[in-house]
């Protein structure tokens, strides 16, 4: 059985990144495609690029307010067969540096997009689910979900609250035939790593990677998927080392400098973006 082709699968957070190449590997194997993003003039061009590939929408999403969620998907269900297949949670902002510099507003945005918006698409769309017994939802999460380091803690306790919430969502849901996914990507090439100098360690993958990750877990379907393959099992190793052990492994592969010692200037227009993440931003 076919998990992808002929399946409406709506996508968050998806004109740009990691959703937009998600959305490009998903119309080359037959889906049928709805996007959504807060910024209207983004989403549009995403749109027009995209529907050479195949059968594809976009609607304006704000993650974090549930009418306009509820309002993205009922218009996924109509460009579709009536029912959404698999809901992926792509949307999230990754705001980094020194704990102590956080704003309240950037804690507020961060926790409202990366956490309370996956919520609210969970809530949202398993209903149906349940009732028809088909059903796939995947969170975009990272594998800072189960390694934090130093300069990530907001981000990091968000995406500990999406790998928490997949594992026990997929197991109490499993039994009336709905899976539930978790994608950990690690370090990846996008406006998210702005500002940062990776080390030879920390080598980012593509948002293709991503992506052929989400492919992966719809046409095998499991709880958690970390890009790369390995990462998890390093990451899970990681957390069982001592307070001693673990800080002198993250000084020898630098995660212990990488989210604090930034070129703020090259990050600055993606962290004001990531502390003021909510709302829709129409076109001009």
């Known amino acids: 059985m076919d998990n992808i082709r002929g399946k409406t699968i709506a996508i968050t957070g998806a004109a740009r990144g990691i959703g937009l190449a998600t959305a490009t590997a998903l119309l080359a194997r037959g889906a049928r495609v709805v996007i959504g993003d807060r910024d209207v003039a983004i989403l549009d061009k995403a749109v027009k690029q995209l529907s050479s590939s195949g059968q594809v929408s976009g609607h304006p999403l704000d993650v974090t307010d549930r009418e306009s969620f509820s309002m993205f998907l009922d218009k996924a269900r109509a460009d579709g067969e009536g029912h959404i297949d698999v809901l992926i949670n792509n949307a ?18 961060a926790t409202e997009v ?35 380091v130093p300069g990530q803690v907001l981000y990091a306790g968000t995406k500990f609250a999406v790998v928490g919430l997949s594992t026990a969502m997929s197991d109490e849901f499993a039994p009336q035939g709905v899976s539930v996914s978790a994608v950990l990507p690690t370090f990846t090439n996008t406006e998210l790593i702005s500002g940062t100098s990776p080390s030879a360690a920390q080598k980012p993958v593509e948002p293709e990677d991503i992506a052929a990750g989400v492919i992966k877990v719809l046409d095998k379907p499991k709880t958690l998927v970390s890009v790369p393959g390995f990462g998890r099992r390093a990451a899970i190793l990681a957390t069982l080392l001592p307070d001693r052990g673990r800080r002198w492994l993250n000084k020898k592969t630098h995660n212990d400098t990488v989210f604090l010692q930034l070129d703020t200037a090259a990050r600055k227009a993606y962290e004001d973006r990531a502390q003021h993440a909510t709302g829709v931003v129409e076109s001009d």
């Open 114 to 148: 990366n956490f309370y918006g996956v919520l609210n698409g969970c809530q949202l769309v398993l209903p149906e689910m349940v009732k028809r017994r088909s059903g796939h939802i995947i969170n975009i999460a990272s594998m800072a979900g189960i390694v934090a």
């Open 92 to 109: 999230g902002v990754m705001p980094v540096g020194p704990f102590l510099d956080q704003t309240p507003e950037t804690i507020r945005s």
